[in-house]
């Protein structure tokens, strides 16, 4: 089997050994309805391919013999490509987002601050909580520990969180979401209709 990496956007796209290109000379061949036509020589398994206007296309290189399927190249890659890109949209990357909080955050600001993480974690982001200590600040890094503990009990029912880093000047919390909220409300709907 040849793997030729082309980039097309970000996905790869292997490239399979097709007619010619197949170099065993023995290959287990299984037709286009999927049933298996046996153990053949390349050749004789090509001739099938051509009387039937398809292509004979090596589907597992690894194994001994290897695997061939006769099949229409074009649909199958199309078909491939298809799935790749549907496989794509249902993926997400779990985004790192931070939210800058200061030891002397205000009440107010920091129910705002609670509200924008819990958006963020709904969001299936993860978060990082990112406490700056200036000037004499760094002096009492309790006051610091205390915000977080205010901002965890409210962030208790949709966070899991890591043990505080400290750093020189700062201490950084992650948070990772406990479900996202598409998962939650699907949840909610199969209990209220297994209920009614």
Do not use: W
Request: charged share 35%.
């Amino acid at each position: 089997m040849l793997y030729l990496p082309h980039s097309r956007g970000n996905a790869i796209v292997k490239r399979l050994s097709v007619n010619e290109g197949i170099r065993a000379r023995e290959v287990l061949v299984i037709g286009e309805n999927g049933e298996q036509l046996g153990v053949m020589p390349s050749r004789q398994a090509l001739q099938l391919a051509k009387e039937s206007n398809l292509d004979l296309v090596e589907v597992s290189a690894t194994s001994t013999p290897p695997v061939c399927r006769i099949l229409d190249y074009g649909k199958f890659k199309y078909q491939q490509s298809k799935k790749e890109r549907e496989a794509r949209k249902s993926q997400r990357a779990v985004l790192m987002r931070e939210v800058r909080v200061r030891p002397r955050i205000k009440e107010h600001d920091l129910e705002a601050k609670v509200k924008l993480i819990k958006r963020l974690l709904d969001e299936g982001d993860k978060v990082k909580i990112l406490m700056i200590f200036r000037g004499r600040e760094i002096t009492h890094p309790e006051a610091g520990k205390e915000v977080f503990r205010r901002m965890l009990d409210q962030l208790r029912d949709v966070a899991l969180a890591n043990a505080p880093q400290v750093e020189e000047r700062s201490i950084s919390l992650v948070l990772s979401p406990l479900k996202t909220t598409k998962d939650a409300k699907k949840e909610v709907r199969e209990v209220s209709s297994a209920e009614a």
